[in-house]
């Protein structure tokens, strides 16, 4: 164990550049947008109208791992605009690092809005549409730049 004492907590916002800000807070609407409705089906009866829905995490279990994706990231956002020497640490570099866990996001959301569980009656809800935004937006201000420079190479 190191000597060094452990360096204190103060968050700083200004730590944390506008597109960590951007993806920061759009992985907490996509975390929230788990357990909201994902799916939903009506059932009508002479006299009474069902509605039954399914979150995203009830739905298709391999949301878990976006779950855990979200809170891993939020966590590091959190530390690095708490800490000013986390970033120093950590071995890989952090926009890599961020764009390609928004980009597992994007793509395991992607394929729970595309893949409906169920039959022809079930219909998307609105939470479906807010974690697929979610996620869209969590990965752009990432991906954009780096489009824009591998185009800019080739």
Not at 21 to 29: E, F, H, K, P, Y
Not at 90 to 101: A, D, N, S
Request: hydrophobic share 55%; glycine share 10%; charged share 10%.
């Amino acid at each position: 164990m190191s000597d060094q004492p452990v360096p204190p907590f103060k968050f700083d916002r200004a730590r944390l550049t506008k597109n960590d800000q951007i993806t920061g807070l759009a992985t907490v609407v996509l975390f929230i947008s788990l357990f909201l409705p994902w799916f939903g089906v009506n059932v009508g009866v002479p006299g009474l109208r069902l509605t039954f829905t399914a979150s995203g995490l009830s739905a298709h279990g391999y949301l878990y791992i976006v779950l855990i994706l979200c809170i891993a990231l939020v966590g590091y956002l959190v530390v690095r605009a708490g800490m000013a020497d986390v970033a120093s640490k950590v071995p890989v570099g952090h926009e890599l690092m961020t764009l390609v866990v928004t980009a597992i996001n994007l793509f395991l959301v992607l394929l729970a809005f595309l893949f409906k569980p169920g039959g022809s009656g079930v219909g998307w809800r609105f939470g479906s549409f807010v974690g697929l935004i979610a996620a869209l937006v969590a990965v752009a201000p990432l991906a954009l730049p780096a489009i824009q420079a591998r185009r800019a190479k080739g």
